[in-house]
């Protein structure tokens, strides 16, 4: 594993909370992907390292995506939502994920 050069506090707030929708599902089916919102100056070390130490699971791949936040309004003012860093996590044939906490 490569969490030897990452401190453990760190990469314990780097996975915000687990993305769970129709899309996430589908992705997750059809790729063996895990979809995560990340913090924002999180790098792809980082998040391969943090799911590896978290889930005790091998990452193949990870993708990210900065999708920019919706402009709303609430009422005459105009408000902005914040920005999100997804993170597509690949994970290694074989390998699953369960957001339970049982080991698999």
Do not use: C, W
Not at 14 to 41: G, M, Y
Not at 61 to 68: D, F, L, R, S
Not at 85 to 90: D, E, G, H, R, T
């Amino acid at each position: 594993m490569s969490t030897l050069k990452f401190d453990e506090g760190r990469l314990m707030q780097v996975l915000v909370q687990p993305i769970v929708s129709e899309k996430a599902t589908a992705v997750a089916e059809k790729h063996n992907q895990v979809l995560f919102k990340v913090l924002r100056d999180a790098t792809k070390p980082e998040i391969k390292a943090a799911v590896e130490l978290m889930f005790k699971v091998e990452v193949d791949a990870v993708q990210v995506v900065n999708q920019k936040g919706k402009v709303k309004r609430f009422g005459r003012t105009i408000g902005r939502r914040d920005n999100v860093k997804k993170a597509y996590v690949s994970l290694k044939e074989g390998q699953e994920l369960n957001f339970s906490g049982e080991a698999a």
